[in-house]
């Protein structure tokens, strides 16, 4: 189904531990203004209504099978909106050697529940970062893993689902 009006406003909302989740809604949001539609980003906890926006995409860092707390919330408070609009979901967090994910620790069952019932467009999952900045359990990872796994985020991925947001929002038109 394609968006029927010329330009959507989009909210990017997203929970972010220590700042990748951020840097994947950011881009998420320029891409979608790269597509000729308004697109904010804003952390999922300072966003107290969703008037005025057009669609929502929700991104959350999961740890230990779990979104933070924020998204969990903004998910809960905003449901009667997202059940209203379009909207789509994604996680960050794989990191380390792929062959060794596990596909149950990537999206916490409960919550991709709740927001399929709520009428979600898609929900995927994109790699995150481990960064030694992160404290001393975040340097022990990162010392611990190769570099090359270290930063799981694949940029031209999340571009490209962007994108297909965009697409499905429909031609943007003045």
Not at 66 to 91: I, N
Not at 140 to 158: K, L, N, Q, T, Y
Request: aromatic share 8%.
């Amino acid at each position: 189904m394609r968006f029927s009006a010329p330009m959507a406003n989009l909210l990017v909302a997203y929970a972010s531990k220590h700042g990748s989740t951020t840097e994947i809604a950011d881009a998420v949001a320029e891409a979608l203004r790269d597509a000729g539609h308004t697109a904010v980003s804003f952390e999922a906890g300072s966003v107290k209504s969703l008037d005025g926006y057009d669609a929502v995409v929700l991104g959350s860092a999961v740890y230990i099978k779990r979104w933070r707390g924020d998204a969990k919330h903004f998910l809960r408070a905003h449901s009667k909106e997202l059940a209203q609009m379009p909207f789509w979901v994604f996680s960050s967090g794989p990191t380390g050697d792929p062959k060794d994910d596990d596909p149950e620790w990537l999206e916490p069952p409960k919550i991709m529940a709740r927001a399929e019932e709520l009428g979600v467009r898609e929900h995927v999952v994109f790699g995150g970062r481990v960064s030694p900045d992160g404290g001393p359990m975040m340097r022990s990872m990162a010392e611990g893993m190769p570099e090359e796994f270290r930063d799981r985020r694949d940029w031209d991925e999340i571009r490209r689902w962007a994108a297909s947001i965009a697409a499905e929002l429909g031609p943007v038109t003045d």
